[in-house]
């Protein structure tokens, strides 16, 4: 994924501003060190349950980490 890509996909799910962050590998693309197929967010607590109430996939990967994921998101 390009920095473009990554930029248009975050920017198209409109999230409110201050409610997220992006981390892993998307910044590192935007900043030119490595290519990333996914985008991880960290995002509050209400916009985790509008996403699931939206139709994300929560997954289990452990006791402390139960992202809701949709294409190429992974949200936690």
Do not use: C, N
């Not at 699931?52 to 006791?63: L, S």
């Amino acid at each position: 994924m390009t920095k473009e890509e990554i930029v248009a996909k975050v920017k198209a799910l409109r999230l409110p501003k201050d409610s997220y962050i992006v981390f892993g590998g998307a910044p590192m693309t935007i900043a030119g060190i490595r290519e990333s197929k996914d985008i991880d967010l960290l995002v509050s607590k209400t916009v985790l349950a509008q996403l699931e109430t939206a139709g994300w996939k929560k997954v289990d990967k452990g006791p402390h980490d139960k992202p809701v994921i949709s294409d190429v998101f992974e949200a936690h």
